[in-house]
């Protein structure tokens, strides 16, 4: 009886504890990429039933996740509260796929630890209420490996085509896992690497393989249909040439493999945990009597790793942003590698793993020195704050007023759909805040009468690596940075001064009014 209702009290448990943690999110805005792309793709769905979004360009995303927000603003109407609990969901999911994955590979504590740490972790915990779709191919995924591990065929084919219609990247997964299985058929017969695999050779065999093929047909399908509509594949011709071809520089790759490296396993205080399970493969295994706490698999571990590699590698290769959220299939599998290490090594194992989720709770709330993508922890709260702030300031005492603004602040001024205004405002948009694009909206500025600047990215006051110069240049050369004007230069390159300004922890907005006489005398009467 107990076998029975087990799975679904672990479900419940992890349901309950994950919108606890979430509720004081639910009603925020949607932020940065939410609001550029992923909403209004749902949005146009839930309207007009159309895959292919109107109301933005579209990058091609397969469309599982936007479908599955408007089922819920079908179901409960449109608000962001409703597209995050739909997110919530998936996070629920995804989680109680990690737990199940962990008590496959290992044991119950093992499974339990991991999820805990899994859920936690900065980058996971941010992304759960988020709408996008980087969390729900993981979980897919995971639920694919487990199918997989256990011999499900059926099930295994299933799970992966669900997560490579959440995002296209899933199939680095299958590719993975459909490379290792080959290998391992044409090395079955040297016993030194025979180990690698199922000691059995009756276990290689295609039946293992074509399971992991079949998520290419809905994937093919999807990509066929977007040719059909769009008239390209792989997104808008200027989505494919930042995220591929702009990336495909040696030094790039170099440059980004790192980075890829330190947020699979350093990230967010990641390297708790990681070195911990280095620290740990010094020691003994512990025995509990005469037998040696086991450890996973061998076979199962180098799946693992291969999929870990694959991401690593793909995700260094392409993407225009190094976002560590493009990432979260393959952490998960970091953190069960290393929960079961300590627990097999360590005597007091659970203290460990509470020292490193009381680090994880910590990194939502503190930011590193140095730049990073504030979805990566609560650092997007902060945004979404300053922004509902700034933009009611601006829409009470500006309602009819031209502002000039970059995105993602354009869309949040132009849609009230996104949760900041109650009704549109003029936008005059330029890139960003950097000196060359203030320069320029400074020859025009009779076109605008206020501007609502604001950092585009997290900037410590003494960022680490400030003084290198050489990788400042790199940065801007190979990953687009641009540094933010602050707001009293950009003032007095615009001709204006500062009416309303806010900050919190590393971000900033502010608001400039031009000096104009006649917009003036017009907002006194207003």
């Known amino acids: 009886m107990r076998s029975s209702w087990h799975p679904a009290l672990a479900f419940v448990l992890i349901f309950v504890a994950v919108f606890l943690l ?14 550029g792309y992923y909403v209004p793709a749902a949005r146009d769905l839930f309207l007009s039933g159309s895959l292919i979004p109107h109301t933005t360009v579209s990058n091609a995303h397969p ?19 409703v597209a995050r609990s739909a997110m919530l969901m998936i996070a629920s999911v995804s989680l109680f ?23 936690v972790y900065p980058v996971f915990f941010a992304q759960s209420s988020l709408a996008q779709v980087d969390l729900a191919a993981a979980g897919l995924t995971l639920w694919g490996l487990v199918a997989f591990i256990e011999g499900r065929w059926r099930a295994t084919a299933i799970w992966f085509s669900l997560a490579v219609l959440a995002k296209e990247t899933a199939i680095l997964a299958l590719l993975a896992l459909v490379a290792w299985e080959l290998v391992g058929l044409l090395t079955r017969k040297t016993a030194r690497l025979r180990g ?55 030094l790039r790759f170099v440059l980004a493999l790192m980075l890829r490296l330190w947020q699979t396993f350093g990230y967010m205080h990641l390297w708790l945990l990681t070195g911990g399970m ?50 979260l299939p393959a952490v998960p599998l970091v953190i069960i590698l290393a929960v079961s290490t300590l627990r097999r090594r360590l005597r007091y194992w659970p203290a460990a793993v509470a020292v490193v989720a009381v680090a994880f709770v910590v990194a939502w709330f503190w930011n590193p020195p140095y730049g990073f993508s504030p979805e990566d922890n609560l650092a997007y709260r902060d945004y979404v704050l300053l922004h509902e702030d700034v933009e009611r300031v601006l829409e009470a005492r500006y309602p009819m007023a031209h502002v000039l603004t970059a995105w993602p602040a354009s869309d949040e001024l132009a849609r009230p759909w996104l ?56 940065k801007r050369r190979f990953f ?7 707001p009293g230069a950009a003032a007095r390159i615009l001709g204006g001064h500062i009416v309303f300004s806010e900050e919190r922890k590393g971000q900033w907005v502010a608001v400039i009014e031009m000096q104009r006489e006649e917009f003036l005398n017009a907002r006194n009467q207003n």
Request: hydrophobic letters at 50%; charged letters at 15%.
């Open 278 to 327: 280095l620290l740990a493969m010094w020691l003994s295994p512990v025995k509990d009597g005469d037998i040696e706490r086991p450890r996973i698999s061998i076979p199962v571990q180098a799946r693992f790793f291969v999929v870990i590699v694959a991401y690593v590698v793909a995700m260094a290769l392409i993407g225009g942003a190094v976002l560590a959220r493009y990432l």
């Open 22 to 35: 979430h509720a004081p999110l639910l009603q925020l805005p949607y932020f940065w990429d939410e609001a």
């Open 419 to 474: 949760g900041y205004v109650t009704r549109p405002m003029q936008v005059v948009r330029i890139e960003d805040f950097s000196l060359e694009q203030i320069i320029s909206a400074a020859d025009f500025r009779s076109n605008f009468d206020v501007a609502l600047v604001f950092s585009t990215k997290y900037e410590p006051a003494h960022p680490m690596l400030e003084r290198w110069q050489e990788w400042t240049e790199m």
């Open 97 to 119: 796929g990690v737990f199940r994955l962990a008590k496959s590979v290992a044991n119950t504590p093992v499974a339990i630890a991991a999820t805990v740490c899994t859920g």
């Open 196 to 250: 690698l695999w199922e000691a059995s050779e009756s276990e290689y065999h295609l039946e293992r393989v074509l399971p992991l093929l079949i998520p290419v047909l809905p994937l093919a399908a999807w990509y066929g249909y977007h040719y059909a509509r769009t008239g390209y594949v792989f997104g808008n011709p200027e989505f494919f040439r930042y995220n591929v071809a702009a990336t495909l520089n040696p």
């Open 480 to 486: 687009g940075y641009e540094r933010d004007l602050p």
């Open 63 to 81: 469309p599982l996740v936007m479908a599955w927000i408007a089922l819920w603003w079908k179901c409960a109407g449109y608000a962001p509260a």
